[in-house]
């Protein structure tokens, strides 16, 4: 019984200082800065950067495209 018991034990302590090191692990991981690498803009009709959108939605132009109605490549 003494044995089962120990192996318990052993086991449990194991299992405590793996948790720890998973624990600080992750404090490590959050803990660092979050780095945006790069961004896209695809829109339709010859626009390329979100403002070129924006003034073209103000002015209400006529080359302003509208939403496309179907999945790219359909």
Known sequence: MTNDNDKV?????????????????????E???????????RLPGGIDTPRASGTCSRRARNGCPGSPTTAAGT
Do not use: F, K, M, N
């Open 9 to 29: 034990a052993s086991y449990l302590r194991r299992a405590t200082l793996d948790l720890r090191a998973a624990r600080q692990r992750i404090q490590e991981l």
């Open 31 to 41: 803990a660092g800065p979050i780095a945006i690498v790069g961004t896209a803009c």
